[in-house]
Structures are given as structure tokens and as C-alpha cells.
């Protein structure tokens, strides 16, 4: 086994092609390794971590259980950097209404589906879901991954699911789809976004550029 000390540790639970995170990450990294990895012991020495997915929730957490990779997460979300991504923010509550499966209980709160009520835009249109496309986020506190990222900047998302924190204090952005729904948290050395930055252009990759040089 490569040693990953130094590295930027995608974590790979089998759900999703993560190939374009790798990418990405690597496009900012400054020379650092970027490895995608479902080695715990790889993950545990990395000097960064990356949680990114997609797919239902219920699998999710099944496909992590089942690779012995949930203490390697707990543990990298009490010491290091760490960024989750879409899924691998929701995985960071106590509960999803997704599968009705807890979560890793990391933050305080809920995962819950976009209401049928309210999903209509301001001209009245009703609103698809899942939520698909580009759309704004409002950075509601200020926070070193914002650095050089405009207030409102468009990301990509695709999810039917948004969290909802018990303590509005770990609420970094907001995004407006029908309703406003958090759209990132962040404490101590977490932070967690509900959109792709990996396929959001220049805002995703200033953010993931400033994860990578982040001192928290």
C-alpha cells in the first residue's frame, strides 16, 4: 500500500464516478497527491480528506458500513480537513427521511425531501424535482473557502434531499429553490456543500482550491 501521508484522500465507497473530483482536485492540488481510495488506513494518513457521492441515501450508508470505512470518516472529521460533498454532506446528520436511515450523527439535524407544497419559482412556475441545474449560493457567513468567490456564486446541483440543521450556527449558505434550503455548513474543520464544486467552473474550483491550502 502507497503511503497517502501529505495526500488529499477522496474517499471511495463505491457509489458514484468520482473521477471527476480526482480530476478537479487535482487540477488545484500544486503538485500534492490527489488518491481515491477505500482503504481505511490510506484515508486515516492522508493530511486532507474529501467525502463526495451520490445515489440514495440508504445505499450510502450500507456501501460505507459494509467497507469498514465509517471510523476512518468519524476519526477524519475530528482531526483533519475535511469536505463532504452532495451525499457526503446529508451522510454528516443524524437522520434521513431518504430510506429512514440515520446518518453519522456528526451534525445535529435532518435530511429531508423538498416539500410538494412550495416548489414554485417567483413567477409561479412549479419547480421539478430533483433540484437540476445551476443555481446561487448565499454565502450567510463568512468562512475561508469563500475566499475570492463571489456572494451568490453559481454552482451545479443535483439532489431531491437538503439538510436541515438543528443549530442554524453551522448554516454557511443558503440557496433558493422554491424554498431557501441550507446549501452548506461548515464547523472547525468541516465544510460541506450540497452542489457539485467539481462541476461548477471557476467557483467550484477556486473552492476546492481553497480546501486544499485551508489552515483550520
Not at 458500513?65 to 451525499?87: D, N, Q, W
Request: glycine share 10%.
Amino acid at each position: 500500500m502507497a503511503s497517502a501521508a501529505g495526500s488529499i484522500a477522496v474517499i471511495d465507497y463505491g457509489m458514484g464516478n468520482l473521477r471527476s473530483v480526482w480530476q478537479a482536485l487535482v487540477h488545484v492540488a500544486d503538485g500534492r497527491e490527489v488518491v481515491v481510495t477505500a482503504d481505511p488506513a490510506v484515508v486515516a494518513a492522508a493530511e486532507r480528506v474529501v467525502f463526495p457521492g451520490q445515489g440514495a441515501m440508504p445505499d450510502c450508508m450500507r456501501e460505507l458500513e459494509a467497507r469498514g470505512l465509517r471510523p476512518a470518516v468519524l476519526e477524519s472529521a475530528r482531526s483533519k480537513p475535511f469536505l463532504g460533498i452532495c451525499i457526503g454532506l446529508q451522510m454528516l446528520f443524524e437522520h434521513s427521511d431518504e430510506g429512514d436511515v440515520p446518518g453519522l450523527g456528526i451534525f445535529a439535524g435532518q435530511v429531508r425531501r423538498f416539500p410538494v407544497d412550495g416548489m414554485v419559482n417567483a413567477a409561479g412556475d412549479k419547480l421539478k424535482v430533483p433540484h437540476m441545474g445551476w443555481n446561487e449560493v448565499r454565502q450567510v457567513r463568512p468562512h475561508a473557502l469563500w475566499d475570492g468567490i463571489a456572494d451568490g456564486a453559481r454552482f451545479y446541483f443535483v439532489h431531491s434531499y437538503c439538510v436541515v440543521p438543528d443549530d442554524d450556527d453551522c448554516i454557511t449558505g443558503v440557496t433558493d429553490y422554491g424554498i431557501p434550503f441550507t446549501s452548506v455548513v461548515a464547523r472547525d474543520n468541516i465544510f460541506a456543500i450540497q452542489c457539485h464544486p467539481e462541476k461548477s467552473a471557476k467557483a467550484g474550483l477556486a473552492l476546492l482550491s481553497n480546501f486544499i491550502h485551508w489552515k483550520p
